[in-house]
Nanobody, 125 residues
């Protein structure tokens, strides 16, 4: 069974950068579609970025587009999220997620995630 482990979270001042990593124990059908979600206290989990390995397509939430970049190293089974120009509103626990949404449904819908990482905290002040 696929397991995901995130790392790279921490505390940073506004305007700073962090790079999150997510390593998969193995690749399977679920890892063809991988995403980063985040959740702040009292708020719903929201999709941040998505990448489809087969087609090389990437998608971003409006709030992070232009600042965050999602990428994948298939040889290392590693998903990354480069976060630049971080803002206090980016403060949240970030989760790596694997799973493809059915045709006609959005990648940002957490209901279609098959495997979740344990999460890594990002705090921006």
């Amino acid at each position: 069974h696929v397991q995901l482990v995130e790392s790279g979270g921490g505390s940073v001042q506004a305007g700073g950068s962090l790079r999150l990593s997510c390593v998969a124990s193995e690749y399977g059908a679920s890892t063809h579609c991988m995403s980063w979600f985040r959740q702040a206290p009292g708020k719903e989990r929201e999709g941040v970025a998505h990448i489809y390995t087969g087609g090389g397509r990437t998608f971003y939430a409006r709030s992070v587009e232009g600042r965050f970049t999602i990428s994948q190293d298939t040889a290392k089974k590693m998903l990354s999220l480069q976060m630049n120009r971080l803002q206090p509103e980016d403060t949240a626990k970030y989760y790596c997620a694997a799973g493809c949404a059915p045709i006609g449904h959005s990648w940002s819908d957490a209901r279609y995630t098959e495997v979740w990482g344990q999460g890594t905290q990002v705090t921006v002040s």
